[in-house]
């Protein structure tokens, strides 16, 4: 209808079209990066390309864009939707999870809407003209009454760079790029070249100091039906209407008789589960036979267990378990969950089906029903004293008394050493952990290329090591003292490895070539022409209280590589470490020009140089 404004919602949305011409057009949701789901490496989308999509939406006319996000967070509880999405929302986004700035994506997307800013008055009031500049280059060119003049200058060739002619100049323009040109003269941004530092943040461990040696406490849950069962059928249910979302937990659980007999034949018997998600852990005989899991991608599993029966009658006790509930999609609210089939092959006398079996069922588990993970649970009798806690026991409970992490830093904890499960902190629920390993070719790429269209399967990181080790603690629930962490393992693990870890920025590096953009965007004015531009420099910072305390790296030339993996190159200044040094070593912040002093004659007539540092801060 004509009064419902249509907006897009995409990677890209410069082609998008309202339904209407009198209607303007509204970019909803840009990614700037994209969803982490257990078990899967991590995507990341680069600010060179985040940059790019901006850029041609308003170069076509755009009128409103969001970044969807541009702070990440943290899905605390289990309010992870998905399947499958991790309790870190991080998204890859301007402000990450921890509320860090991440360099250089928030600078560089800084640095672009000061530049669109200086467009504003022709984007608001001229009329805008489309010109051809190649086969795959283009100029979005918008003039005013006032004589005010704005071009956006496109490479959209995904490999070759490009110099193109506009108004009888010549700009470089590098693949899968925009250049900004505010009074169609002067470049004051390129998408591709990003000027900004990359700060490098590490996960710096602390030690999980208990306030006392002896306050560990366990409670073990009982296998099964923990009390009276809920229901009885002869048919499995769906387990999201069974536990209308009150917990991730419901309980299975059925007996049956083996031939005094048995085992009459020498082939193994096989436990066949099928299940429409997320998860299940087996037991048999009170005994963790093994467990199963679906992943983002595809929620249903099925999965073989080998087992060992005794004569006589057997009990099989099976958690089915919820892993966030699908939030996206068409008719999601009818995609279910929970087991499907249950048999088992290889007896003597076929295979035994038992999925019409009578199974009892019970909701959640017995520790969320006394709510041990409440901060008033101090005296339940329920837990019992342990000085050194049981490891990788399943289905167990554990609390410790702990202290603040020093500073003021942020905080994530440390779960690698665990399974799978839930973790509070003073009855705050940090949300589900699971530390679960992505395949070792899940996607991965040594290094990221931002040119050509952006997927989330493209630029991922991460393969072969857990999808989320580290779990946000926001300091707001820290206590000055009587600090109570309590930890539900469903596999087994080993709680005395639990650590907190402080997010700390300790390192910064920059890649500036002589043909970035140089305009100072705070102070540049329009009318004044700028025939000898500035040279292009680095500009080095460390966060506040900080200094840049050593000079890892520095080549003046064609150095390649990113940070932390710099590498020089066939040109290379030899005094580009001490010029560094003289002007960034022991002080906050620091400003290098390329056309430095200290640099002398030039090491490599007619090569475009570049200046890459890499330097430590403490």
Known sequence: PDHVINTCNSFYCDQFKPNLPTQPKIWTENWPGWFQTF???NPHRPPEDVAFSVARFFGKGGSVQNYYVYHGGTNFDRTAGGPFITTSYDYDAPIDEYGLKRFPKWAHLKELHKSIKLCEHSLLFGNSTLLSLGPQQEADVYTDHSGGCVAFLANIDSEKDKVVTFRNRQYDLPAWSVSILPDCKNVVFNTAKVRSQTLMVDMVPETLQASKPDQWSIFTERIGIWDKNDFVRNEFVDHINTTKDSTDYLWHTTSFDVDRNYPASGNHPI????????????????MLIGSAYGNGSESSFSVQMP?????????????????????????YEWVGAGLTSVNISGMQNGTMDLSSNNWAYKIGLEGEHYRLFKPDQGNNQRWRPQSEPPKHQPLTWYKVNVDVPQGDDPVGLDMQSMGKGLVWLNGNAIGRYWPRTSPTDDRCTPSCDYRGKFSPNKCRAGCGKPTQRWYHVPRSWFHPSGNTLVVFEEQGGDPTKITFSRRVATSVCSFVSENYPSIDLESWDKSISDENPLAAKVQLSCPKGKNISSIKFASFGDPSGTCRSYQQGSCHHPDSLSVVEKACLNINSCTVSLSDEGFGEDPCPGVTKTLAIEADCS
Not at 271 to 286: E, R, Y
């Open 271 to 286: 436990l066949n589960i099928g299940s429409k998600g997320h998860a299940v852990h087996a037991f048999l005989n009170n």
């Open 39 to 41: 078990g899967e490496s």
């Open 307 to 331: 087992i060992n029966l005794k004569a006589g009658k057997n009990e099989i006790a099976l958690l089915s378990m919820t892993v966030g509930l699908k939030s996206a999609g068409p008719y």
